[in-house]
């Protein structure tokens, strides 16, 4: 009794993008570190509002593994969302490079874009499942419109033959 269950294996660039992903969460989160201590340090009375701040960046940090690891699982829904963060991170970086701000954020939005890059590669797709699509119920045809009362006059794809 052989129990026959198809196993996808995860294609190499996808794996290569989820690695990528977490990478840019890291090194964002090294490039905020300092910014972090110093306002915190300089918080004074506002160290609630400091720290709000740091469990945002927290949050976001983990909304970008979340989403890399579901993408990782085969989630067409999870490398759409990370294509629209990285398409962003994209302009945000050309932004950066015309205003003469080139800094080391930068590695981070060329790991990002090459993340979702990779996750789109052909050898990616098929990891990633089609949604079925749903039959759509046909829809009358305009005939015209009557020119009293000013309704559509249709033409129902069965009625089409049988009223002559």
């Keep these: 009794?052989?129990?026959h269950t198809e196993s996808r294996m995860r294609p190499r660039v996808v794996t290569i993008a989820v690695a990528l992903w977490w990478a840019s969460v890291i090194i964002s989160l090294v490039a905020a570190a300092p910014g972090i201590v110093v306002s915190m340090r300089e918080?004074?009375?506002?160290?609630?509002?400091?720290?709000l701040g740091l469990l945002f960046v927290l949050a976001w940090s983990a909304l970008f593994v979340w989403l890399a690891t579901r993408m990782g699982r085969g989630s067409g829904n999870a490398r759409l969302w990370l294509a629209i963060i990285a398409g962003l991170t994209a302009c945000s970086a050309v932004v950066t490079i015309?205003?003469?701000g080139a800094d080391w954020g930068l590695v981070d939005a060329v790991c990002i874009v090459v993340a979702a890059v990779l996750s789109y590669l052909p050898s990616a797709r098929p990891f990633f499942p089609r949604e079925e699509r749903r039959p759509r119920a046909a829809e009358p045809r305009t005939v015209g419109w009557d020119p009293t009362t000013g309704e559509r006059i249709?033409?129902?794809p069965s009625a089409g033959a049988d009223a002559r």
């Excluded at 918080?43 to 720290?51: H, K, L, R």
């Design 98 to 100: 015309v205003t003469g």
């Design 1 to 3: 009794m052989e129990q």
């Design 154 to 156: 249709v033409e129902t």
């Design 43 to 51: 918080a004074g009375g506002a160290i609630i509002g400091a720290s």
